[in-house]
């Protein structure tokens, strides 16, 4: 049986400016284009739970999980990984950006910015449902996810 992956996307919202990450030129996937944070998911790891974790990891930042913004799959860098991803808009609470090797800048552009960079594409239906539902959400709207539950 072929395995199949579980990728995550933060955008992260801080003053009404987006996160965006340089990948590092060591990278072995699109290095040095611009992305938002990613990472996979671990083993009993909720999704949630995986993109709070990869959003420390990558940048040291506390965020919290508004809602999901987009799910979908692709092969990352051929067919031998396939990958099942869920993007998730989040909120900055607290902490200031450091990065690990896996990238070399940051940067916090507009949602407008974010939709006409190049480099973003892969990241534009995510970035377009922001957009849409932003028009409608209430200012202090919270997603409620579903436990962890162990069966």
Same mark, same amino acid.
């Given at each position: 049986m072929k395995k199949v992956y579980v990728g995550m996307a933060a955008v992260i919202e801080k003053d009404e400016k987006f996160l965006i990450l340089k990948r590092s030129k060591d990278r072995d996937f699109e290095p040095e284009a611009w992305e938002t944070v990613t990472g996979r998911l671990e083993a009993d790891e909720s999704p949630v739970? @995986? +993109?709070? %974790? !990869? +959003? !420390? !990891? !990558?940048?040291? #930042?506390?965020? $919290?999980?508004?809602? &999901?913004?987009?799910? @979908?799959?692709?092969? %990352? @860098? @051929?067919? $031998?990984? &396939?990958?099942?991803?869920? *993007?998730?808009?989040?909120?900055?609470? $607290?902490?200031n950006v450091n990065l690990t090797w896996e990238h070399s800048e940051y940067k916090w552009i507009t949602l407008q910015e974010a939709l006409d960079l190049p480099d973003l594409k892969h990241f534009h239906?995510? #970035?377009?449902? #922001? %957009?849409?539902?932003?028009?409608?959400?209430?200012?202090?709207?919270?997603?409620?996810? *579903? &436990?962890?539950?162990?069966?």
């Open positions: 739970t @995986g +993109v709070l %974790r !990869e +959003v !420390e !990891e !990558e940048t040291s #930042l506390k965020v $919290e999980v508004i809602l &999901p913004l987009d799910t @979908g799959f692709f092969y %990352r @860098g @051929g067919k $031998e990984f &396939p990958m099942v991803f869920i *993007s998730y808009y989040c909120k900055y609470v $607290e902490g239906v995510m #970035l377009q449902n #922001l %957009r849409n539902l932003k028009k409608s959400l209430p200012e202090n709207f919270k997603y409620s996810f *579903s &436990p962890t539950i162990h069966l």
